[in-house]
């Protein structure tokens, strides 16, 4: 018996990187699956469910809808649940309503005669360790599908030459991507990076607005040095670079998918990095 999963029910069967079984409605909101439990391999690099069999109405903090969904009204967020809907009642109670009464205390015995405590021992506070911000090299093959789709394009572009000119890029060919897009120039010999554009996902996790400004400025000192160091090895070998990012605050206790790939200027030379990062909610 079929079963259908509306556009934002943030499950497995309604996300991009499901591998299940499933088919778009005729109004591209709904997923239609055979049965309720059909399963399907989970794709997605950054979910703790990566490689696993999942059912269809399995979900996780990675989920991303599929792109004809998202076009028609899919949304990454989540519905408030319980107490925040009835937070918001009580917020728009009118004046004079009637609010529950909690009941009186039952009495209390009298306390016993207090004694005098003992001084407390002085205990030195343990600032708690904080995780530095590391990268690990990803196979392409595993990143997520817009990732591997952005690099295909790249791969299109370049023909036979090391590396396609920043000015060949139609970002309208990698839509998906746009959002979660930013394009860096080095600085001073490459001792900095300056954002020339920046997609707005990418800016909202930043809280800011970051094109024209350095990556040292945008960033935590220890986040930005390892992101400098991936900018930097890009360029020098010319080839892209596919990582899966830990501890970064810009996504603050999880992991993310980055591609970097490189582009040149109107003589060929290596002068641009075209950065991807996959965050959810892009």
């Not at 009464?101 to 003992?118: D, E, G, L, S, T």
């Not at 930043?206 to 360029?235: I, K």
Request: aromatic share 4%; charged share 25%.
């Amino acid at each position: 018996m079929t079963h259908a999963f509306a556009k934002d029910s943030r499950a497995c069967a309604a996300c991009v990187s499901w591998s299940g079984q499933r088919a778009l409605a005729a109004d591209n909101t709904l997923v239609e699956v055979p049965r309720y439990s059909v399963e399907g391999e989970c794709r997605t690099a950054i979910s703790q469910d990566y490689r696993k069999v999942r059912k269809s109405y399995h979900t996780c903090d990675a989920w991303s809808p599929l792109p004809l969904l998202r076009a028609h009204g899919g949304r990454t967020d989540r519905t408030p649940g319980p107490a925040a809907a009835m937070a918001a009642i009580m917020a728009n109670a009118p004046a004079g309503a009637a609010v529950p009464v909690p009941p009186a205390p039952a009495p209390v015995a009298p306390a016993p005669k207090a004694v005098a405590p003992k001084a407390a021992v002085p205990v030195l506070a343990v600032e708690p360790e904080v995780p530095r911000c590391s990268a690990a090299p990803l196979d392409i093959d595993k990143v997520p599908p817009q990732a591997r789709v952005l690099h295909t394009y790249w791969t299109r572009l370049k023909r036979q030459r090391p590396m396609p000119g920043a000015r060949e890029v139609d970002t309208a060919q990698v839509r998906d991507c746009v959002a979660r897009l930013a394009l860096l120039e080095p600085i001073g010999g490459g001792a900095d990076f300056v954002y020339r554009a920046c997609g707005k996902a990418l800016a909202k996790r930043l809280g800011q607005r970051p094109v024209s400004r350095l990556v040292s400025a945008c960033h935590p000192e220890d986040a930005a040095a390892r992101w400098l160091d991936d900018l930097r090895a890009c360029l020098e070998e010319g080839a892209p670079r596919s990582l899966l990012v830990r501890d970064d605050p810009i996504l603050p206790g999880q992991k993310f998918v980055e591609l970097l790939l490189p582009l040149a200027d109107d003589q060929g030379r290596p002068a641009f990095v075209l950065a991807y990062r996959h965050l959810p909610g892009g």
